[in-house]
Structures are given as C-alpha cells and as structure tokens.
C-alpha cells in the first residue's frame, strides 16, 4: 500500500483522516509522533511548518506536499532534500478566502470603517469621514501569483485603480502591471493601499521597511497577508507614527504568535489578526494531494512545483 505520511500536529492530521479515507482508500496516512513507521517504508510526505532536518530522514520518499501556499517554511532548513520535488499547495478556495481578505481590509480602509466604529463607541453621529473617490484610490498588490492576480481582479472589479508588481512581466486585464526591482520604486509611488502577497524568499524578506515606506505617497495603508518575515515591524510602525502612513492591518507576524509584548497589538492605527486570511481546507487539499499522487504513480507531472532557485 502507498504510504503518505502527515508531519503535522495530530489534531491537524485528524482532520485529514475522513477525507482521504473516503478519496483514497489504497493511501495509508501516517502521523509522524503518533503512529509507528520505518522512514523507508515512506513514499510520499506533506507537512508546513517541518521540524528542521526532518525530511532528510525520508530516504525513498517521492514528493513532498506542503498544506500552504507557502513554502518558506520548508526552505529554512537547510537540510531539505532539494532532489525531492516539493508541491505546494494551490487552490481557488485559498485564493478567493485570500482575496476576501485583501478587498476586506482595503474596502474597511477606504471606507473609514475604524473610524466610524469609534465615534459609534463615543455615540457620535459623524458623517465627515468621507472616502476618497474609488477611481481615485490606487491599490497596488506585491504578488501577481495565483492569489494576488485574483485580489487585483476583484479589486479591478470594484472600481479602485489596480496595479502589480511581480517578479516577471504580466499582464492582467485593467491593472497597470510592474515587473523587478528596477520598477519597485514608480510601482510604490503610486501606491494609496499597498497589499503584499508575496511568497517569502531571500529576495523578498523584510522588503517592507523603511525605504519602501519613505516610497508610498503620503498617507498610504499596508496591508500584509502573506508572510511576517516580509516586514519590518518597528519601520512600520515609525513610518506610522511619523505620520507618512495611514496605518496598517496585519495577518501574519515575524513571531507567531504574536507576543504579549508587542506594541502592535495595541496600536489604534494597526488592525492584528492571528493568521487567519486563509486556511488550507482539509477536504480540498486531501483530494488535491490524493490527485496529485495517483497521478504521479501512473507517471505523470506533478504540478506546482516549488522552483528551489527562486525559493517558491
Ligand atoms: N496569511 C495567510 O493565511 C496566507 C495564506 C496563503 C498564502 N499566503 C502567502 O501568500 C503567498 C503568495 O501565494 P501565491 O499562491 O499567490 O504565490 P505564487 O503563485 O507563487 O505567486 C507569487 C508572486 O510573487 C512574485 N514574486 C516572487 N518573488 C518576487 C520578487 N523577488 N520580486 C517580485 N515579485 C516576486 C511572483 O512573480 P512571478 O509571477 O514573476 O513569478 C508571483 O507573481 C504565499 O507564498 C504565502 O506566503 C498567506
């Protein structure tokens, strides 16, 4: 029998169990800390957040799964064993939960939501909060990948004036598009709301600080949904209290979760929430992972290959 080992906590991999069961009933799953297995009995594996080292201990096995988007969590250990091909998760559902809470957080922005949660708070009928033309906003998404093509479409959608920035040239419908550091900085000058959704590689770590802040016009929002390693929080919160920013909302955080201490959780121009824009649905990715590996038995391509030169 095809054996797929979970490296997840173990209430994570009950979650798996029904519907992989129910998909496909000639995979045994495994949870590593649980269950008892020879590490060459195993032939393919999924995890996010792998303890260093761990999957060197996997002598045969033929791919690995990650349950997120996002691989970096992988690629810090040194130790991966890049001649396994690594599969990271893609989906609509992750996309569109993604893209809910990009237009979320820019429409809470653009339309004074905070404010006028406050002066609800104070019983004060204000109605001088008044957003700035929608036409007029400019929403620039770091990130033209499978989720942040998505957010800048519903976006685009919506009316706001859309553009992105990626690493390669693309071309989206009614969204201005950026590509490479050469273009970073005219794409953040005209950035009103700035939404980043990149994957986090050495190339993009802590690519919100300081410089880049000092880029985006006055009075610009942040909005970072993809990785805490991609901000640096006390820049952020300078270029805040400086007045240049507006103010931000985070979901994601360079420790998580986020401790006590951190001055973030109680700034009144910073939205926290606990990493939660999208969550991989263990249905959705126990089908796609069971698709994935029937497919590959009987020799075919897996798809959304991680490139290990680019770190996603
Ligand atoms: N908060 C959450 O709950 C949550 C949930 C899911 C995902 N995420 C995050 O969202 C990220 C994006 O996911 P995705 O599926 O959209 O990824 P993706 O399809 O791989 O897209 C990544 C995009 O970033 C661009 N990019 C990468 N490196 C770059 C660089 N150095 N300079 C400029 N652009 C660069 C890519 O450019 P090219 O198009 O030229 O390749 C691509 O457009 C994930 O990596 C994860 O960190 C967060």
Redesign the pocket.
């Known amino acids: 029998m095809t054996t797929l080992l979970a490296v997840v906590p173990p209430f994570i991999a009950r979650l798996w169990t029904a519907p992989l069961g129910e998909h496909a009933p000639w995979l045994k799953l495994i949870v590593e800390g649980q269950d008892e297995y020879a590490p060459d009995t195993i032939d393919y594996a999924l995890g996010f957040r792998p303890p260093p080292g761990f999957f060197k201990t996997l002598p045969n096995v033929k791919a690995i799964f990650s349950l997120?988007?996002?691989?970096?969590g992988f690629l810090a250990d040194p130790e991966f064993p890049r001649h396994v091909p690594l599969v990271?998760f893609?989906d609509h559902t992750?996309?569109r939960e993604?893209t809910h809470?990009a237009v979320l957080h820019t429409l809470m922005h653009h339309r004074t939501q905070r404010l006028l949660d406050a002066a609800q708070k104070e019983k004060q009928w204000r109605q001088g909060f008044l957003p700035r033309r929608t036409e007029e906003t400019r929403v620039g998404v770091?990130?033209?990948?499978?989720?942040?093509?998505m957010a800048a479409e519903r976006l685009r959608d919506l009316d706001f004036a859309v553009s992105g920035?990626?690493?390669?040239r693309?071309s989206v419908r009614g969204v201005e598009t950026f590509?490479?550091?050469e273009e970073l900085p005219a794409f953040l000058a005209q950035c009103d709301i700035l939404i980043c959704?990149?994957?986090?590689?050495p190339?993009?770590r802590h690519i919100l600080n300081k410089e880049t802040f000092a880029q985006l016009p006055q009075g610009a929002f942040v909005i970072n949904?993809?990785?805490g390693g991609h901000l640096v929080e006390n820049d952020l919160v300078a270029a805040i209290d400086s007045g240049h920013l507006a103010g931000a909302t985070l979901?994601?955080f360079e420790t998580e979760p986020l401790p006590a201490t951190s001055p973030l959780w109680t700034h009144r121009k910073i939205t926290v929430t606990p990493?939660?824009?999208?969550?991989t649905d263990p249905r959705v990715a126990a089908r796609s992972i069971a698709d994935s590996i029937a497919r590959h038995m009987k020799g075919e391509p897996l798809e959304n290959l991680v490139d290990f030169a680019?770190g996603?």
């Open positions: 997120g988007a996002g691989v970096d990271r893609v992750m996309s993604m809470y770091l990130g033209l990948g499978e989720i942040g093509t920035w990626s690493r390669t693309k590509a490479g550091t959704l990149l994957p986090l590689t190339a993009t949904a993809a990785r979901d994601v990493h939660v824009a999208a969550m680019h996603y």
